[in-house]
């Protein structure tokens, strides 16, 4: 979330992914395909450029919030001491 939540607040609104081509969310995003009318939170992929730049693109497009998510696959193993 973008600024300082309200006391007992909650964001609603749609997850959109940056854009196509943009799935870091490293560069500018062009939100001409995000639905208009409810509130956007937008998904990016980690990696690529610092959590710090991605957001800034976010807000600067308009998004409510901003979830990242990881992409790389990962198998975690289940480690059993006796």
Not at 37 to 44: R, Y
Request: proline residues 7%; charged residues 15%.
């Amino acid at each position: 979330m973008f600024g300082v939540p309200k006391y007992g607040g909650a964001v609603l609104g749609q997850f959109v992914y940056a854009s196509p081509g943009n799935r870091d969310g490293c560069k500018p995003v062009s939100v001409e395909a995000w639905p208009k009318g409810v509130p956007q939170i937008a998904l990016v992929a980690r990696g690529g450029c610092p959590f710090a730049q991605k957001a800034r693109n976010m807000q600067a497009a308009g998004a409510e919030a901003m979830v990242v998510f990881d992409n790389v696959v990962q198998v975690h193993r289940l480690l059993a001491t006796y």
